[in-house]
């Protein structure tokens, strides 16, 4: 029973996968308080997906409307389907990170991280 319900579930998702952008983030403390560099990794289809604009945005979830982080455009990254962006947050707990995709495709993508 378990294993069809997975097998149906696998199978009603995988149009959905193929198309949806998939974001990985990863950030490292930088200079200045609470500011990190931050790569991001795209891709679609399991393909790194070069040549978006992206824009980097955050909030935090716990405390709707008390930030205004300023978005910033991430730069393309050494490798295919990597962008790098300078997060200057608030403070440190868990915030969510939006990614807004334009050019070639236009997606918005929203992962939660916590930075301490
Ligand atoms: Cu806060």
């Known amino acids: 029973m378990r294993v069809i319900f997975l ?17 990985d983030i990863d950030c490292k403390p930088a200079k200045g308080l609470m500011t990190y560099d931050c790569v991001i990794r795209l891709s679609r289809g399991g393909k790194p997906l070069e ?11 716990s405390m709707p409307m008390a930030h205004n982080v300023k978005p910033v455009k991430a730069a393309p990254g050494p490798k295919p389907g990597e962008y790098r962006a300078r997060l200057e947050l608030e403070m440190s707990g868990e915030w969510a990170v939006k990614l807004r995709l334009s050019g070639a495709v236009r997606d ?3 992962v939660k991280r916590n930075f301490d």
């Open 108 to 110: 918005q993508i929203i």
């Open 51 to 61: 040549g978006v604009e992206v824009s980097v945005g955050a909030d935090m979830p």
């Open 7 to 23: 097998a149906f579930l696998l199978l009603a998702a995988a149009p959905a996968i193929a198309q949806r952008v998939q974001a």
